[in-house]
C-alpha cells in the first residue's frame, strides 16, 4: 500500500505511523525524522536544514524532493510506503505525482488527521522527545526515556514561536494539499481528536475499507 499521512503539526501522524508500521508492515518514511538525523549528524544537508526547521519555516523543495526520490528508488519500498510529513507543498505533491506516475503508479490513500489548533499547541507544548532514541512522549513528568533512560528533551521547534509560526505555515502551505488529494479522489478524513487507540481505531477502519476495494 502507498500511503500518506497528511496533517497539521501536532496532529498524531508520527504516532499513528508508528503503529500502521507495526500492525501492517509497511514502511514509515518521515521527512522530518530525516532532516533531524541529518542536523544530529551535523551533514551538509543538516547544516542546510537547520535552520528553516529551528524557526517553522519549510526546507526549500528542491532539497526535500530531492531526498524523498532518492529513498523511493531504494527497492524496500517498492511494494508500498507511508510518508509522513511529505508531501507539504502543491510542487512537493507534484513531483511525487511524477515520481509514482513513471513507474506506472500512484497514491491509494492520503490520510488527513484533522484537529482543531488549541488542541495541537497542547500536544506540541506537551511533547517531549529523547535526545538519544528519539521516542516520542505526550505529557510526561519523567525526565528520562522509558526505552533507553536517555535524557527527554523539547524539540527546538516546539517552542512557543516557532509553533505558532509552524501552524501558519501549514495552513498557507500545505492545507491547499487537502483539496488536491480531495480532487485526486485519494482523500480519507480522520477526526483525530480522541485517545490514539481510538484514533488507531479509526485508522484501521479505513485501511480495511481500502483493502477491500
Ligand atoms: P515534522 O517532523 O514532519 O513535523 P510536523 O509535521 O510539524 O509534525 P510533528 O512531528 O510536529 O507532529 P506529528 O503530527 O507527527 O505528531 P506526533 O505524533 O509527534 O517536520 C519538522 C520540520 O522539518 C518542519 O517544520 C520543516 O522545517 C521540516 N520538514 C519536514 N518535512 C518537510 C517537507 N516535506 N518539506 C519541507 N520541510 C520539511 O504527536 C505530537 C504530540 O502529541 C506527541 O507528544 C504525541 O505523544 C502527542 N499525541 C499524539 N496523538 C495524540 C492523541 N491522540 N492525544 C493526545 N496526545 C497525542
Not at 517552542?159 to 480531495?182: G, K, N, S
Request: proline share 4%.
Amino acid at each position: 500500500m502507498k500511503l500518506v499521512l497528511l496533517g497539521p503539526p501536532g496532529a498524531g501522524k508520527g504516532t499513528q505511523a508508528s503503529l500502521i508500521e507495526k500492525e501492517y508492515d509497511i514502511p514509515h518514511i518521515s521527512t522530518g525524522d530525516m532532516l533531524r538525523e541529518a542536523v544530529k549528524q551535523g551533514t551538509e544537508l543538516g547544516r542546510r536544514a537547520e535552520s528553516y526547521m529551528t524557526k517553522g519555516e519549510l526546507v526549500p523543495d528542491q532539497v526535500v524532493i530531492g531526498i524523498v526520490s532518492e529513498c523511493l528508488r531504494q527497492p524496500e519500498y517498492e511494494k508500498g510506503f507511508m510518508l509522513d510529513g511529505f508531501p507539504r507543498t502543491v510542487a512537493q505533491a507534484e513531483a511525487l505525482d511524477k515520481a509514482l506516475s513513471e513507474n506506472g503508479d500512484c497514491l491509494d490513500a492520503v490520510m488527513s488527521f484533522e484537529v482543531p489548533d488549541e488542541e495541537l499547541v497542547r500536544r506540541l507544548s506537551a511533547r517531549r522527545v529523547c535526545g538519544s532514541c528519539g521516542v516520542t512522549y505526550g505529557a510526561t513528568d519523567s525526565k528520562t526515556c522509558g526505552k533507553c533512560e536517555g535524557e527527554l528533551i523539547t524539540r527546538a521547534d516546539d517552542q512557543t514561536e516557532a509553533i505558532e509560526r509552524r501552524l501558519e505555515v501549514y495552513r498557507a502551505q500545505t492545507a491547499p494539499l487537502i483539496d488536491y488529494y480531495d480532487r485526486a479522489g485519494v482523500l480519507v478524513r480522520i477526526p483525530a481528536t480522541g485517545s490514539v487507540e481510538q484514533i488507531f481505531g479509526l485508522v484501521k477502519e479505513k485501511l480495511k475499507g481500502l483493502e477491500d476495494g
